[in-house]
């Protein structure tokens, strides 16, 4: 198959995505650090402004109900987080907002991001006059707009928060500047190829945090919040039943999400998502399989083909 531009640029120049679906959220007041602190599983407090994290919010039963990149700004946070979840986590922080100096404001359609991803993304940016943060998460100001170092592929990358009627300007800017125009499709080829799991497609709201193995999300020191009860309990145990994992499927059928994974005639896991990789000319893909099954090169087999995991 002969790879789309917006993918080679993705894996070998600089592509943009429209990122404009998902939830924005600003939360400010002199309470809103501890909120998001007590509310998140990173250490939402020790953030200095200009600095960020990717964090999971938790259900009392330690179960992940959204994923989001925080950044401090000057006197208030921004939360963005996927379309999916943009709703069901303004109402989940609403609710344990009491007597707290805490305001949500649901910014997600006054404010729109894009996405500059790919070895040669920060070139661009530096080409536009844009600052290029060095550390993951960190950002600074642009001209009015908000450019911090997050991916949403697994290549180097960056994201650009802009006053939604900007967005035709910056994209119109980006293409001058030798970026090409990327679909979610060629984001999820990408993404898949370095592992990336997506919230609402490989993490649920039944997905515990250490399932995932994205512990980049989790601060294990920083003291209460929701659902740390049931994450130290699993950390004191050592494991959990599930793990998430990247797999190679031979045979170039693309497998259906909930297709089973089987070792040696016994069920093993299960798909998340899959797609044919232009790259390694073979389907890849994520599933959870139990923890036996999990290491690196361990054959499994699916309805479509072998598969083997990453």
């Not at 649901?106 to 070139?123: F, M, Q, Y």
């Not at 060629?186 to 990336?196: F, P």
């Not at 499927?249 to 297709?259: H, I, N, R, S, Y």
């Not at 998502?273 to 890849?284: C, D, E, F, R, Y």
């Amino acid at each position: 198959m002969e790879p789309a531009a917006g993918y080679r640029a993705l894996r070998e120049g600089a592509g943009w995505l429209d990122l404009s679906d998902r939830g924005r959220i600003f939360a400010a007041g002199e309470d809103s650090a501890r909120l998001l602190h007590a509310m998140s599983t990173n250490h939402i407090q020790g953030l200095a402004p200009g600095g960020g994290c990717y964090t999971f919010f938790l259900n009392a039963q330690g179960r992940i109900q959204a994923d989001a990149l925080i950044l401090r700004l000057e006197g208030r946070f921004l939360l963005d987080t996927e379309a999916e979840t943009r709703e069901s986590l303004y109402r989940h922080l609403t609710k344990y907002i009491i007597a707290d100096d805490v305001v949500l404001e649901d910014a997600s359609e006054t404010l729109t991001s894009l996405a500059l991803e790919g070895p040669r993304a920060g070139a661009v940016l530096e080409g536009l006059g844009a600052p290029v943060p060095v550390q993951d998460y960190g950002h600074a100001s642009w001209e009015g707009k908000i450019v911090a170092r997050a991916s949403s592929t697994g290549a180097p990358g960056f994201r650009v928060y802009l006053p939604a009627g900007e967005k035709a300007g910056l994209t119109d800017a980006f293409r001058r500047a030798g970026a090409e125009a990327a679909s979610p499709e060629d984001a999820d080829r990408v993404r898949l190829e370095y592992g990336r799991p997506r919230y609402g497609q490989d993490i649920f709201d039944t997905t515990l945090p250490q399932e995932t193995r994205q512990m980049h999300a989790v601060h294990f020191q920083k003291g209460c919040y929701l659902g740390q009860e049931i994450v130290e309990r699993i950390r004191s145990r050592g494991h959990v039943n599930k793990l998430l994992v990247s797999l190679e499927v031979e045979g170039g059928q693309t497998p259906a999400p909930g297709t089973k994974l089987h070792a040696a005639g016994n069920e093993a896991g299960e798909i998340t998502s899959a797609i044919i990789s232009p790259t390694l000319g073979k389907v890849v893909a994520l599933g959870y399989v139990r923890a036996p099954y999990a290491a690196k090169g361990t054959e499994l087999e699916t309805e479509t083909g072998a598969a083997r995991v990453r």
